[in-house]
C-alpha cells in the first residue's frame, strides 16, 4: 500500500507547484513506519511547505488519513 | 461562470493584444482572442485615415472542472470510489464528495475534510482569474457540525452565566470559532473572546452583569 501512499502525495505536490516534472517521493521504510521524503525544485519550497507551514501541515493531515484507512504508519518529510 | 471577458483597441493587433495582457495580468496562452476589427492607417485613393484595431479578450475561468479533476484523482489514490459534484456560483465552488467511506475524509472533528478543502482551494486559485473560495462537503458534515456547534454554545453559555464564571471551549479552527461568536452575538448577558495562538486558538465565554 505504501506506493498507492508515494502516488498519492506526488499528485497533492505535483498539483501545488510551478514544476511538476521536479517532484519527487523517495520511499524508505524504517523499522515498520514509513518515510516518504518529498522533493521539490527550490523555488517551489514555499508553494508545499506554506505560510506557517500550513500546507505541509494540511497534506500531512492527508497522508494520515490514507494511512489510518489502510492501517500502516507514515511521516512525510521535505527534504532539500 | 465567472470568466472575464475585456475589449481592448490599439494601433495595431499587436498592441492591443499586448495591453490586454497587461491590464489583465496574464499571458498570451491563458486567453482567448479574437480580431473584432483589423487595424488600417491607408484609405481608398491615398487619403489618410485611421484605424483602430478592437480585440476582444477571454479569460477562461475552469475553478470548477479543476477542482473536479484535482479531487476526482486525489480520492482515486486514496483508494476511494467517489462522485464528486461541483457547483460553481461567481464568488466560490460548492463541491459535494459522495463516497462510502466519509469518515476516512471528514477525520477527526473535520481535520482531514478542512485540509483537502484547503489544499484544494490553493490548486483552484492557483491560476485562475478570479479568487474562488471552496467549500468541501460530504454527507452533510458541515452542516451537522454547524447545528452541534450552536448547541454547544448555548449550552455553554447557560453555564457560564449560571456559574458566574467564564468558560473555555476546546481548539477550533476559525470557521467554527465564527459560528460560536455568532450565536451567542445577541446574549447580552455574556460576552464571547478568543485566546492563544492557531491551531490552539480557543474560543471563551465570560458571563458578564
Given at each position: 500500500m505504501g506506493d498507492m501512499m508515494k502516488e498519492l502525495l506526488e499528485v497533492i505536490a505535483k498539483s501545488l507547484?510551478?514544476?511538476?516534472?521536479q517532484v519527487s517521493v523517495n520511499q524508505k521504510d524504517n523499522d515498520g513506519v514509513i518515510i516518504l521524503e518529498l522533493s521539490v525544485a527550490e523555488e517551489d519550497m514555499g508553494k508545499v511547505?506554506?505560510?506557517?507551514?500550513r500546507i505541509a501541515k494540511a497534506i500531512r493531515t492527508v497522508i494520515k488519513a490514507y494511512a489510518i484507512k489502510e492501517n500502516i504508519k507514515a511521516v512525510v518529510e521535505i527534504v532539500q | 461562470m465567472g470568466n472575464v471577458v475585456i475589449e481592448q483597441s490599439g494601433k495595431t493587433v499587436e498592441e492591443a493584444i499586448s495591453l490586454a495582457l497587461e491590464q489583465l495580468d496574464v499571458?498570451?496562452?491563458q486567453v482567448e482572442i479574437e480580431i473584432l476589427q483589423e487595424s488600417s492607417s491607408k484609405g481608398l485613393l491615398g487619403i489618410k485615415k485611421e484605424k483602430d484595431a478592437i480585440i476582444r479578450v477571454t479569460l477562461h475561468d475552469y475553478s470548477a472542472e479543476i477542482a473536479n479533476d484535482f479531487l476526482s484523482e486525489l480520492m482515486g489514490k486514496m483508494g476511494m470510489e467517489a462522485t464528486i459534484n461541483v457547483e460553481d456560483s461567481d464568488e466560490k465552488l460548492l463541491v459535494d464528495i459522495k463516497t462510502n467511506k466519509s469518515g476516512v475524509i471528514i477525520g477527526r472533528h473535520g481535520e482531514t475534510l478542512d485540509a483537502i478543502q484547503f489544499i484544494t482551494s490553493i490548486v483552484v486559485n492557483r491560476n485562475n482569474p478570479v479568487y474562488k473560495k471552496v467549500i468541501i462537503d460530504t454527507e452533510g458534515y458541515r452542516v451537522k457540525r454547524e447545528e452541534t456547534l450552536v448547541v454547544l454554545a448555548n449550552r455553554l453559555a447557560k453555564k457560564a452565566i449560571d456559574s458566574k464564571k467564564s468558560v473555555s471551549l476546546e481548539p477550533m479552527n476559525p470557521y467554527e470559532r465564527r459560528i460560536i461568536h455568532s450565536t451567542l452575538?445577541?446574549?447580552?448577558?455574556i460576552e464571547t473572546y478568543s485566546v492563544g495562538e492557531e491551531p490552539h486558538r480557543k474560543v471563551v465565554i465570560k458571563s458578564i452583569g
Open positions: 507547484v510551478d514544476h511538476p516534472e511547505i506554506g505560510k506557517h507551514g | 499571458t498570451e496562452e452575538q445577541q446574549n447580552d448577558k
